[in-house]
């Protein structure tokens, strides 16, 4: 199969629409976001050999309708063979297919892509280590006053108590916290406002704790304690997972943020007795479908009822040996 020849680099002037269409399509998101559809697009772009971003999308807005389809077809059975997930596969062509949309709706192609992606079951395991594992995590960093276990115990009580993200934790800033009104400014994911969440006592308290330590200068609310840093960088998204992690390892739990994130949104479906409306209040999930995930798994209605067929099966009597007369009645009436 082949496909339109990809143009040299220093062919593609400002004026050239895979150019304009890639500004376009990376302009006013936010710089997480741009670099993770580039990363994608770079995948692309390493499948295509092509020299250079401009250059794949040309390859693609320059190609008739049932070639492009090809392409990307082609692209997605690439992704497929080095074994990536399907999450993966996903992002990786929606991001195609966001770009030549915005292609389409600025005119410079008239066609789509079609090619979708694979089915994938999300949120499968939605537990996290639990109340138990929260509880031991909690209690092994009780024992410790330094700065990290005072901070990572403020941490451990954000993401449980109040279901945050491991990017909502880490974007926090002290201006955030009002201690007063006992609340912290939250910038969920996708949105563009922070939305003033409650603080349950024992959170509140927590970050009051390594405030103490912290100080109040402005900043990020949970900064880095790396010596080379010298306590003055945000705390990043890995560093908040090697904490957790840690934290875990120590009481004997492999978990992560997220994890924690799973079992306080679990322990709130509990204690609200599968009052779903309510919980999503405090997930902030959109999409209320992923809640009746997490409540099915917490009451694991498949395995309660796969319990009893045994029970069934064996209240069942054999069954009686039928005779070829009645063989013979049954097939007749079959036949009629």
Same mark, same amino acid.
């Given at each position: 199969? @082949?496909? +339109?020849? &990809? !143009? /040299? /680099?220093?062919? *593609?002037? !400002?004026?050239c629409p895979a150019v304009r269409l890639l500004a376009a399509f990376l302009s006013g998101r936010k710089a997480e976001t741009i670099k993770a559809y580039r990363a994608d697009l770079e995948d692309f772009q390493a499948f295509v050999k092509a020299g250079s971003l401009s250059d794949a999308a040309q390859s693609i807005i320059a190609s008739a309708p049932g070639d492009a389809n090809a392409q990307a077809l082609a692209y997605k059975t690439h992704l497929l063979e080095r074994g990536l997930s399907a999450a993966t596969v996903n992002r990786r062509l929606a991001a195609l297919r966001s770009l030549v949309k915005l292609g389409r709706t600025l005119g410079l192609i008239p066609w789509t892509l079609e090619i979708q992606g694979m089915? @994938?079951?999300t949120y499968r395991d939605t537990k996290g280590p639990g109340r138990s594992g929260f509880r031991d995590m +909690?209690?092994?960093?009780?024992?410790?006053?330094d700065a990290k276990g005072t901070r990572d115990r403020a941490i451990l009580r954000c993401l449980f108590n109040l279901g945050l993200r491991r990017k909502e934790v880490i974007g926090l800033d002290l201006d955030d916290f009002n201690s007063d009104a006992g609340t912290v400014a939250v910038?969920?994911?996708?949105?563009?406002?922070? &939305?003033?969440?409650?603080? !349950?006592?024992?959170?509140?308290? /927590?970050? *009051? @704790?390594?405030?103490?330590?912290?100080g109040l200068a402005p900043g990020p609310l949970f900064h880095s304690l790396d010596p080379a840093k010298k306590g003055s960088g945000r705390l990043t998204g890995m560093g908040l997972y090697q904490s957790v992690r840690a934290a875990g390892e120590q009481v004997g739990i492999k978990t992560r943020p997220h994890g924690l994130r799973h079992a306080g949104i679990t322990e709130a479906l509990d204690v609200t007795r599968g009052n779903i409306r309510a919980v999503q209040k405090f997930s902030r999930h959109k999409d209320v479908r992923v809640l009746e995930r997490y409540d099915d798994n917490r009451l694991d *209605?498949?395995?309660? &009822?796969?319990?009893k067929l045994p029970q069934v099966c064996r209240t069942i009597r054999p069954r009686e040996v039928v005779s070829s007369n009645n063989e013979q009645t049954f097939f007749a009436t079959v036949s009629s």
């Open positions: 199969m @082949s496909f +339109l020849p &990809v !143009p /040299a /680099a220093n062919s *593609l002037e !400002p004026s089915k @994938s079951e +909690l209690h092994a960093l009780n024992k410790r006053h910038l969920g994911k996708g949105r563009t406002e922070k &939305v003033a969440l409650t603080l !349950p006592a024992e959170t509140r308290a /927590a970050i *009051l @704790s390594w405030l103490a330590i912290r *209605l498949a395995g309660e &009822v796969a319990s």
